[in-house]
């Protein structure tokens, strides 16, 4: 079951949002401010619908810390080309301007939730060593802590844990991390890689991705 963060001052809006996703089957969690919504990110929603002009936090201030694997959907009466291109530069995945169809809504949500890869309802699991990954709700744990991953992170770990042992070619990390994070290009993949290692390293206390020169990246399991 994906979970959605509704974060709306509007009362009205907000009920009507919780309830209507509701009947979808999600699981909703409402916020109706901006930092009240920060708090809610705790609880790992699979995506998060959001005002703007909120009391707290902004929702231009808010995506600064909603990790970038969170599909995050603007909806606003702000509806000029201006404020949605600078939205949907700051990371948001789409923009609904108010008032809104609640169809349209729940067409938008389902859709975005497809993309981030969070359609099964059973859900799956990928373990290595003390590595857990939930593929369906995107979380990531060691020893039972969550680990917070880029959505480009994110993608590059379970294609190491997928292949446990196994050494992964760059090119290979690269075409296969096209889905769900086309953003991954061979000049950034260096970066990226150093910052999942050190979260990981930080997390769990050692070391869980060996680079092999001049071939690729592998993840270190329990011998």
Not at 13 to 42: C, D, H, N, V, W
Request: some cysteine; charged content about 30%; hydrophobic content about 40%.
């Amino acid at each position: 079951m994906s979970r959605i963060l509704v974060v709306e001052d509007d009362n009205d809006i907000r009920i009507i949002l919780l309830r209507e996703l509701s009947k979808e089957g999600y699981e909703m969690i409402g916020a109706a401010s901006g930092t009240e919504g920060k708090e809610m990110l705790g609880k790992s929603p699979d995506l998060v619908l959001m005002d703007l002009m909120m009391p707290g936090l902004t929702g231009e201030e808010l995506i600064g810390y909603i990790p970038d694997d969170i599909p995050v959907i603007a909806i606003s009466a702000r509806s000029s080309i201006d404020d949605k291109t600078s939205l949907l530069g700051l990371g948001c995945v789409d923009y609904i301007t108010k008032p809104f169809d609640i169809k349209e809504v729940k067409a938008r949500v389902a859709a975005h939730l497809r993309t981030a890869g969070r359609r099964s309802p059973a859900g799956h699991i990928l373990r290595s060593d003390d590595i857990v990954i939930d593929t369906m709700s995107r979380e990531v744990r060691i020893n039972d802590e969550i680990v917070r991953l880029t959505r480009t992170e994110y993608a590059i770990l379970k294609i190491l844990v997928s292949d446990a042992g196994k050494v992964i070619s760059k090119s290979e990390i690269l075409k296969r991390s096209q889905e769900e994070t086309p953003d991954l290009v061979e000049s950034s993949l260096k970066v990226h890689m150093s910052n999942l290692r050190k979260k990981l390293r930080d997390a769990g206390g050692k070391e869980y991705i060996e680079a092999v020169w001049g071939i690729g990246f592998k993840i270190l399991t329990l011998s």
